[in-house]
């Protein structure tokens, strides 16, 4: 099981690698992912996850604090919405588009009232 974890933790990292470069990709629920299986499956990837200089910082400030930087709490804005731009360019059905816009506002509440370091 232990290996099962620890392949899920790197693809996690993989994903979350991705998210930095494609906007509509989030990044840091993918870290928190991978710190989470790495916990399970092996205390020096886990380490290595958590002192790294860039994945590092976002996964401790939510562990210690619950907290989301501001930058982050932008771009994470920003990515919200373009994907609702592009469900409208794509002409997506209008219950579609509410569904969407519910979820999307949930998030960005849920996004923005999480404290900042």
Request: charged share 10%; glycine share 6%; proline share 6%.
């Amino acid at each position: 099981m232990r290996a099962i974890w620890f392949i899920s933790g790197w693809i996690c990292i993989g994903i979350a690698v991705l998210g930095v470069v494609l906007p509509l990709l989030p990044t840091v629920p993918f870290l928190l992912l991978a710190a989470l299986c790495f916990a399970k499956s092996s205390d020096v990837a886990h380490q290595w996850l958590i002192n790294h200089k860039t994945l590092g910082p976002p996964i401790l400030d939510w562990q210690q604090t619950g907290s989301i930087r501001r930058p982050a709490k932008i771009l994470a804005s920003i990515g919200i919405v373009a994907a609702f731009i592009v469900s409208l360019a794509l002409n997506i059905v209008w219950w579609a588009l509410t569904l969407q816009v519910i979820v999307l506002i949930c998030v960005s509440l849920f996004i923005w009232t999480r404290p900042e370091v």
